[in-house]
């Protein structure tokens, strides 16, 4: 299975984006995650949902971040409202069971 980000772009302070990860397979019942990795930082933990819709998230971005899954289009979506500077980053979209990882989409919340 190959895991392809889409969604990203240049957002103002205080506006949304939504990240799309779409699954070339089955993603089954797999947890699904999302991941993010800012410019001379190592790679985060953003969020993660399980096949029972069970969601985690990291404190930064709980409340404000909603993570979602389609396993009948083998999608993964990450809603994100309030976006901060700090948001800026390169997201990753992974497929727990296999460590399979997207390319990654540029999320932005910077002017």
């Known amino acids: 299975v190959q895991l392809v980000e889409g969604g990203g772009g240049l957002v103002q302070p205080g506006e949304s984006l939504t990240l799309t990860c779409i699954a070339s397979?089955?993603?089954?019942?797999?947890?699904m995650g999302w991941y993010r990795q800012a410019p001379g930082k190592q790679r985060e933990f953003v969020a993660r949902?399980?096949?029972?819709?069970?969601?985690d998230y990291s404190e930064s971005v709980k409340v404000r971040f909603t993570i979602a899954r389609n396993d009948a289009q083998n999608t993964i979506n990450l809603n994100m409202n309030s976006l901060k500077p700090d948001d800026t980053a390169l997201y990753y979209c992974?497929?727990?069971?296999?460590?399979?990882w997207g390319q990654g989409t540029q999320g932005n919340g910077s002017s």
């Open positions: 992974q497929l727990a069971v296999a460590d399979t």
């Open positions: 949902i399980d096949s029972n819709l069970r969601a």
């Open positions: 397979g089955s993603i089954g019942t797999s947890d």
